[in-house]
């Protein structure tokens, strides 16, 4: 299995673009999780989705962030329109479903907002 | 609400040194814990991961930690460092029944030669 795929692995755009940044879970795996880290904040759980469901999206700092999971094997995390702030590391992980079961991390995606 | 401490920021060791990296957790009942680690530029990778039983686990690369309830600790050790140890670590708490895990804020790791 190629573990979970993030791309772009960077994205460079300017204040106001719309960003959109990809996630491919493993296969079978049935709960996504988006984290974001900052030097300052460190590693935030966005959102997370079981079944292609999001189940808790507390962590979604604002409405310009979105995030869907339209099928078992993509999910994607949408910021429009993007800001400085939003500079940071952003990564998608993966679980499968059982209580014991390790969340497994994608290489991530560095978002620079000029 | 749940909380994790990792009170060290950096730590420096020599290479062949004992390391151990600290991890204090505020949960209510019997967390489940976790040390991930995180090389520059890359996702992070599971280390070990304590659920319940022995409160002692091992975990890859040579790497233990102890589970200690009455100290609200979970600290990783390692009886050798490498060189190849140098990365980040982080200690995590999955909120019971949730799959939530919350993250310290990471121990950056520097191994002299």
């Known amino acids: 299995d190629a573990g979970v795929i993030q791309s772009p692995r960077h994205e460079v755009t300017e204040m106001g673009q719309e960003v959109t940044l990809r996630c491919k879970p493993i296969?079978?795996?049935?709960?996504l999780f988006w984290y974001r880290q900052t030097m300052m904040r460190g590693l935030e759980l966005l959102i997370y989705?079981?079944?292609?469901?999001?189940?808790?999206d507390s962590g979604m700092p604002e409405d310009r962030f979105s995030a869907k999971m339209p099928n078992a094997s993509f999910s994607t995390l949408k910021i429009q329109p993007s800001e400085p702030r939003d500079s940071a590391v952003y990564f998608c992980?993966?679980?499968?479903?059982?209580?014991?079961?390790?969340?497994?991390f994608g290489p991530g995606t560095r978002l620079t907002v000029l | 609400a749940q909380s994790v401490t990792q009170p060290d920021i950096h730590i420096t060791v020599s290479e062949g040194a004992s390391l151990e990296l600290r991890c204090n957790y505020s949960y209510g009942a019997t967390p489940y814990l976790f040390w991930y680690v995180q090389s520059p530029g890359q996702g992070l990778q599971l280390l070990l991961k304590y659920f319940s039983g022995d409160t002692l686990v091992q975990g890859i690369k040579g790497f233990e930690a102890e589970f200690k309830r009455s100290q609200s600790s979970f600290n990783l050790r390692k009886p050798s460092v490498h060189w190849s140890d140098a990365a980040e670590y982080f200690c995590a708490v999955e909120a019971s029944g949730t799959y939530k895990y919350i993250f310290g804020t990471g121990t950056r790791l520097k191994v002299l030669a």
């Open positions: 989705f079981n079944n292609n469901v999001p189940i808790d």
């Open positions: 296969s079978g795996h049935d709960y």
């Open positions: 992980a993966s679980s499968i479903n059982e209580r014991t079961g390790e969340q497994f």
